[in-house]
Every structure is written in C-alpha cells, then in structure tokens.
C-alpha cells in the first residue's frame, strides 16, 4: 500500500526539510514557553490540549494545528505568537507525504466533505499510531527507522483534519476483511477497532461496516476516494500499485460519487456498525 495508507516513497530532501522545519518550530515554543514561566503541563492546559502532545510538537515529532498560535496568544502575548506564526509558516503538512499523494492531500485539507471506500487497509485518517507502524513494518523493501519515524508523524499530523475541519463532513466504508485480518496482531486491532469507535463519535465523522457477506456489493473495482471543494466540485481519488489516479473531469467524479452512494447502502448503518465493532473486539 503507498501513500495515504503506507505512508509514501523512499526519503527524499523534502522529507529532511520538514523534519529540521518541525524540529525548529518545536524549538521555537519552547523557548516562548519557557521565557513565560510555563511547565509543559501549565501551557497544555491553558492552551486546552494535552500535555504529551505539546511535547511531541516541542519535540518536533508532531505537525502544530492551524489554531496553536491562537489559542496560545492569551498564554504568551501577541509578540510571541508573532514569532510562532512566522515559525509555522516554514511548514507544510504535504511535504511529510509521498510525492504522488501530495496533490490529493492539498484538495483533502480544504475540503468540506471527504468520503472514502477501502478494501485493502483501514484509511490513513483513521489509522492509530499501532497500526500504522504494523504497517511500515511490514513494508518491501525494508526501511529504516528514520523513514519510519518520520511517516507515522506525517500520517498522525494528517488526522489533525479532524480537529481543524469541524465543519467538513467525513464518511468512510470499511470491509469488514480489513479488520478480520488482524493486521499487526490482536493488539493492533484491539487499538484500530477502539480508535473507530472513538472517532466515530465526533458528530461530523460517519464509519460503516461493509459486511463480508453482501450479495449486492458494488465495490469491485477497489478503493476510492471522493472530496467536495468549498466551490462544490467534486474530485476523486484512486490509488495503485506505486501509483495514484486524481480525477476532475465532472463525468468521472459522478460515477465514482454514485458507487459511493451505492457502497453507503449497501453497508451496515452506522449502529449497526458500532455493534458489530464490538462484537469484533470482544472476539479478540
């Protein structure tokens, strides 16, 4: 699997770019942090969010949401977070992602509705820490810890679309084989199965449950992904072997929008779903 699921290509200099970026943004914070008389714990909870994350930002193992220097400017003055906002600006959330996957990815952080259909891994936006490594792990050829490292930043700093979109209607359909196969083992799927159910209570966040019995199945030409932008085009996404396939023509976006429609149906609804992701867990 690539990019959005396997977390991309070999390292490149973009990579090595956004690694130092993050690792000077993280500097940069803790420095203002520091110069206001805040422990790690005092500045997550004014800035409301918690303390191990604001480590991994100051660390520079974590993308900063949009919203950071905002919530922060009551915290430490309207000078620092002048400072702040020009540190972030050297930041790109794409850059951390395989070159193919990038174009996709800039449509997806301004859509304001993002769908997806997958049979082959759990999508990349709901995808916990456990998982992904499981994936990288598993990856051909081999790859070093580094790139793995910087991936599971990459794919953990995409998910902050939930948090920076509320307003962006997300819908995913998942076959129920991806979690059958306990990918990584019964631990792994023990934190994808709870990492569902949790998202899956956001109000904007809709997951379903492609049963593997479905007689009327409409999926049989693969994954697929589909974005509305803010100008209410509709624009696909599919995804190969090593290659990716973005679609704009109007024609070819409807069909994949009516399959999507159609898999919708066909899955189980979204109580349906929690129960039968219950049923999963407790058989584990």
């Given at each position: 699997?690539?990019?959005?699921?396997g977390g991309?290509?070999?390292?490149?200099g973009?990579?090595a770019?956004l690694?130092?970026?993050l690792?000077?943004?993280?500097?940069?914070?803790?420095a203002?942090?520091?110069?206001?008389?805040?422990?790690?714990?005092?500045?997550?909870?004014?800035?409301?969010y918690?303390a191990?994350y604001v480590?991994?930002i100051e660390q520079?193992?974590?993308?900063?949401?949009?919203d950071l220097p905002?919530r922060?400017?009551e915290?430490l003055?309207a000078?620092?977070v002048?400072?702040?906002?020009?540190a972030a600006k050297?930041?790109t959330?794409?850059?951390?992602?395989?070159?193919?996957?990038?174009?996709?990815?800039?449509v997806e952080?301004e859509?304001?509705?993002?769908?997806?259909y997958?049979?082959?891994?759990v999508?990349g936006?709901?995808q916990?820490e456990?998982?992904i490594r499981?994936?990288?792990?598993?990856?051909?050829?081999p790859?070093?810890e580094?790139?793995?490292?910087?991936q599971?930043t990459?794919r953990?700093?995409?998910?902050q679309?939930?948090?920076a979109r509320p307003?962006t209607?997300f819908?995913?359909v998942i076959?129920?084989?991806?979690?059958a196969?306990r990918m990584?083992g019964?631990e792994?799927?023990k934190?994808?199965?709870?990492?569902l159910?949790?998202v899956g209570?956001?109000r904007?966040v809709?997951?379903?449950v492609m049963p593997?019995?479905?007689?009327?199945h409409?999926?049989?030409?693969?994954?697929?992904y589909?974005?509305?932008?803010s100008?209410?085009q509709w624009?696909?996404?599919?995804?190969?072997?090593r290659?990716?396939?973005?679609?704009?023509?109007?024609?070819?976006a409807s069909?994949?929008?009516?399959?999507?429609?159609?898999?919708r149906?066909q899955?189980?609804?979204?109580?349906?779903?929690?129960k039968?992701?219950e049923?999963?867990r407790?058989?584990?």
């Open positions: 699997m690539r990019t959005d699921h991309g290509g070999g390292t490149n973009t990579e770019e690694s130092d970026s690792k000077t943004f993280g500097a940069v914070l803790k203002l942090r520091e110069e206001s008389g805040l422990t790690q714990e005092e500045f997550a909870l004014r800035v409301r918690s191990a480590a991994k520079g193992k974590r993308f900063p949401p949009a905002g922060a400017e915290v003055g000078a620092a002048k400072v702040l906002t020009a050297s930041l959330r794409r850059a951390g992602l395989a070159s193919w996957f990038r174009q996709w990815a800039g952080e859509a304001i509705s993002l769908y997806a997958e049979c082959r891994a999508p936006l709901l916990p456990a998982y499981a994936i990288m792990d598993r990856r051909l050829p790859v070093s580094e790139h793995v490292e910087r599971v990459a953990l700093d995409r998910q679309l939930f948090v307003n209607t819908s995913f076959e129920q084989g991806v979690l196969r990584g019964r792994v799927t934190h994808v199965i709870n990492h159910l949790d209570n956001r904007n809709e997951i379903q593997i019995v479905q007689e009327d409409c999926g049989i030409d693969g994954q697929l589909l974005a509305e932008t100008a209410h624009i696909g996404y599919t995804e190969g072997q290659s990716s396939n973005l679609i704009s023509a109007p024609k070819d069909v994949l929008l009516q399959r999507y429609g159609r898999l149906a899955a189980l609804d979204c109580r349906a779903t929690v039968l992701l049923q999963m407790g058989a584990l």
